[in-house]
């Protein structure tokens, strides 16, 4: 069986602040891939990112980046100079190497960013 | 190109009534996906299509929920009678290849039942 455990179900930051979301992961199966969906009060999810197993290569996009490690079953998110743009609910999500798009999905965790 | 839409965004029903949820996927996506996330609960899989094909319902709850695809275009989710425990977001997700690709969810449809 998958899981995904957002430990964290709601940040609290200061504009500007770095933070860090975090996500682990349980999975039997040697080929999977882990991403991060964004979900802003519009209420749909945006992609945010796809890692496979075999890629522990760390991700830096513009102010987010993404640390994946196999070894603590991790793969944690995080916000370098944070906006209140980025206030919205994040999720962490699993699926298996044969499972198609079948994603398993983290609680979510909730970022509010105040001015 | 316009993305994935849902109708309605919002329904209320009473038990035992029926609803029918709507996903217009973005065009040449031949995926089209259910999930579904209830009161404080984690969004789950509900089913898969391949065109007008279920690849996968595995994650359909009961009988009373019925999905269709006909013409490998727009789907619709129908539950029938509703159930209090069916409140949730349905959210509707579609992609080109099914191969992990990456998914397009649409805004949800939010259904309470009373």
């Known amino acids: 069986a998958q899981k995904v455990t957002q430990a964290q179900t709601e940040i609290s930051v200061v504009e500007k602040e770095d933070v860090t979301l975090d996500c682990v992961y349980e999975t039997r199966d040697t080929t999977y891939y882990l991403f991060w969906y964004k979900q802003p009060p519009s209420g749909e999810l945006v992609f945010l990112i796809r890692r496979n197993s075999f890629d522990e290569q760390n991700e830096i996009s513009g102010r987010y980046s993404w640390n994946f490690q196999k070894s603590t079953s991790s793969f944690n998110f995080t916000i370098t100079a944070s906006q209140v743009v980025d206030s919205a609910v994040y999720f962490c999500?699993?699926?298996?190497?044969?499972?198609?798009?079948?994603?398993?999905f983290g609680g979510g965790t909730r970022l509010m960013v105040k001015p | 190109e316009a993305g994935v839409t849902q109708f309605p965004s919002h329904s209320v029903i009473e038990k035992g009534q029926t609803v029918t949820l709507r996903c217009d996927p973005i065009s040449g996506h031949d995926n089209l996906y259910w999930y579904r996330r209830v009161m404080g609960k984690e969004i789950k899989f509900l089913l898969h299509?391949?065109?007008?094909?279920?690849?996968?319902e595995s994650g359909m709850p009961n009988n009373r929920f019925l999905a269709e695809r006909t013409g490998g275009t727009y789907s619709t989710l129908k539950v029938q009678p509703a159930e209090l425990e069916d409140s949730g977001v349905y959210f509707c997700?579609?992609?080109?290849?099914?191969?992990?690709?990456?998914?397009?969810f649409g805004e949800g449809s939010r259904l309470t039942v009373l």
């Open positions: 997700a579609s992609s080109r290849y099914s191969a992990t690709g990456e998914l397009f």
């Open positions: 999500a699993l699926s298996g190497g044969n499972a198609g798009n079948m994603l398993t």
């Open positions: 299509f391949v065109k007008e094909s279920k690849q996968d």
